[in-house]
């Protein structure tokens, strides 16, 4: 046999062994895919059960009107429904409350977090009993912190209400100047604990090695803050956007346990609008052109977030 056969032959050989391999290592992929489709399948369902189906229903619903009593039979009306409602006063001035309390709520609530966050930071004695104490509110529940804020603005026996000097005035949840800031100020209240949890995890993965370079070079402590903290902070701080604009968006219980809208629709966020119009108006037509107004505002700061704000964000570490 020629050197060439017997390299032919030896190749043909070694491709003999390695089939068995690679039908083994394409059977055990396979089982492995499957397997995971398979643990997949039930969180699925539930997204399409609760969520995908219920959502395209809504543009379903957007197209007809609902009667006046209940029993009659819808009325198709097209677009005319979702122009006459996406024009009317009232969604208008839902989305511009929904707006102002996202402003209210999630810059103030980073701001607190991250300056909690660099105080339980530093090291100091009983520094870990302040951060229990920072971080105790993520444990209160939207009932309780409604309840807690509701007493302390009461007008006769709250003691914010005394602070503020409206002793024996009208509630500062009644009055439409400060409904909004007073249930902003319960919201940031209670999302603060998670906000200085995030800033500490973010905090706790700098390298103390940029802070001592940056003390040998003579930077000052508020310079070390911007130039230093500030941009390794930078991923952390847009997750905290992130989060804190969808829980903004979501808001319900505590406008709902305050001030149930008012007065004068000046708490009526969106979310409570949809609530309002399916469960005391019956009108589900309206809730849902509500809802695909509530879903497109998500979606376009969603992507004013990640197309402007996450240019800022700097992963290097």
Same mark, same amino acid.
Do not use: C
């Given at each position: 046999?020629?050197?060439t ?19 083994r ?5 396979? &089982?492995? *895919? =499957? +397997? $995971?489709?398979a643990?997949? #399948?039930p969180a ?6 609760? @969520? ?5 229903r ?13 029993g ?11 122009g006459d ?14 707006i102002l309390?996202?402003?209210y709520?999630?810059?103030?609530g980073?701001?607190l977090?991250?300056?909690?966050a ?19 509110t993520?444990?209160t ?35 439409? &100047?400060? *409904? =909004? +800031? $007073?249930?902003s100020?319960? #919201?940031?209240?209670q ?5 200085f @949890? ?13 802070y ?41 219980g ?7 809208g ?13 609530y ?6 019956n ?7 509500y ?6 505002l ?13 240019r ?6």
């Amino acid at each position: 046999m020629t050197d060439t056969g017997a390299a032919e032959r030896a190749l043909e050989l070694a491709e003999e062994t390695r089939l068995p391999r690679r039908r083994r290592w394409t059977r055990r992929r396979s &089982k492995e *895919a =499957l +397997l $995971a489709y398979a643990l997949l #399948t039930p969180a699925f369902v539930v997204f399409v059960v609760f @969520i995908f189906y219920p959502f395209a229903r809504n543009f379903e619903y957007a197209l007809y009107k609902t009667p006046p009593f209940p029993g009659l039979p819808r009325t198709y009306v097209g677009f005319d429904q979702i122009g006459d409602v996406l024009s009317s006063h009232d969604f208008l001035n839902s989305v511009w409350v929904t707006i102002l309390f996202l402003l209210y709520t999630v810059p103030i609530g980073i701001f607190l977090g991250l300056a909690l966050a660099v105080l339980a930071h530093q090291k100091l004695r009983g520094v870990n009993a302040y951060r229990t104490i920072f971080s105790s509110t993520v444990a209160t529940s939207v009932a309780a912190a409604s309840v807690i804020f509701f007493t302390l603005l009461n007008p006769q026996v709250g003691l914010f209400t005394y602070w503020l000097g409206r002793d024996g005035e009208i509630s500062v949840l009644l009055d439409p &100047k400060t *409904a =909004l +800031l $007073a249930v902003s100020v319960t #919201t940031i209240w209670q999302n603060l604990g998670l906000s200085f @949890i995030v800033m500490s995890a973010g905090l706790q993965a700098i390298p103390d090695d940029l802070y001592e370079a940056a003390r040998v070079d003579g930077a000052s402590a508020w310079r070390r803050f911007w130039r230093v903290t500030v941009p390794m902070l930078s991923p952390t701080i847009f997750f905290a956007s992130v989060v804190g604009g969808i829980l903004a968006f979501r808001a319900f219980g505590q406008i709902d346990l305050l001030t149930e809208g008012g007065p004068n629709q000046k708490t009526n966020v969106l979310v409570y609008a949809i609530y309002r119009e399916v469960f005391r108006n019956n009108n589900d037509g309206v809730a849902a052109v509500y809802a695909i107004a509530l879903f497109l505002l998500v979606m376009m700061l969603t992507f004013f977030q990640m197309r402007f704000l996450e240019r800022r964000v700097s992963y290097a570490r």
